[in-house]
């Protein structure tokens, strides 16, 4: 498609249950980026994917956290026996990055899954 | 942590020019500043960005200090529909951009 697509756009679940969501970047788009936006607040950075360097995982916030991106395109960020302060709005993001690369990174957002966690 | 200050909170009048100030006095040679905004319950989207020259596209115009320490985004005719949180982000060519709590401005009729 022409833009970030995210799945599932919404996803209730119960504390202690595993989630699953999906981001299907832009095509050609060579890095990948998770963000967290809580209610009435920033974004918080989660991970990035670049190509196929090793990702940036320091912003995710526990051992419970794990993303991964097969093939260089679709990416997947799970969430282990979710809590509710896991409760949030998950932001994909995808660019064309060359690595090494000077130019600017510019990023397209998906419209995000909000996830509630009862 | 973000590199960037912003004012949490701005007004505009209707047809009037927005102008929004962010602080990067800690930007390196090779940092980019960009903004993005973002509408209620909508993912941000990308504005414009730039290096050292003043910018200019069909959403608004980037001016960037000599200093290159703070930067102003200008909407130069606020509709209601301009009514959004706007981020002013530094990031080089690699780096992974850190959003901050960015501004909102609130475009009145």
């Known amino acids: 498609g022409a833009g970030v697509s995210q799945s599932p756009s919404n996803k209730v679940t119960e504390k202690g249950k595993d989630v699953e969501l999906r981001c299907d970047p832009i095509?050609?788009?060579?890095?990948l980026y998770w963000y967290r936006q809580s209610l009435g607040q920033g974004l918080e950075f989660l991970i990035y994917?670049?190509?196929?360097?090793?990702?940036?995982k320091s912003g995710l916030p526990s051992d419970r956290f794990s993303a991964e991106r097969t093939g260089g395109s679709v990416s997947t960020l799970t969430i282990q026996r979710t809590q509710q302060e896991d409760s949030a709005v998950y932001l994909c993001?995808?660019?064309?990055?060359?690595?090494?690369?000077?130019?600017?990174?510019?990023?397209?957002f998906g419209a995000g899954s909000r996830l509630t966690v009862l | 942590d973000a590199k960037t200050t912003q004012p949490p909170s701005m007004d505009c009048a209707e047809g009037r020019a927005a102008n929004l100030p962010c602080n990067h006095s800690?930007?390196?040679?090779?940092?980019?500043v960009y903004w993005y905004r973002q509408i209620h319950s909508q993912g941000p989207q990308y504005i414009i960005h730039?290096?050292?020259n003043n910018e200019t596209n069909e959403m608004a115009s980037l001016i960037i200090t000599e200093d290159r320490k703070s930067s102003t985004l200008i909407l130069p005719h606020a509709t209601l529909r301009d009514t959004a949180v706007y981020y002013c982000?530094?990031?080089?060519?690699?780096?992974?951009?850190?959003f901050g709590t960015g501004t909102l401005l609130a475009v009145q009729p």
């Open positions: 993001a995808s660019s064309f990055r060359v690595a090494g690369g000077s130019g600017a990174n510019v990023l397209t």
């Open positions: 095509s050609g788009h060579t890095a």
């Open positions: 994917f670049q190509g196929n360097s090793a990702p940036d």
């Open positions: 800690t930007i390196s040679g090779n940092e980019y």
């Open positions: 730039g290096l050292k």
């Open positions: 982000i530094v990031g080089g060519a690699t780096n992974k951009l850190i």
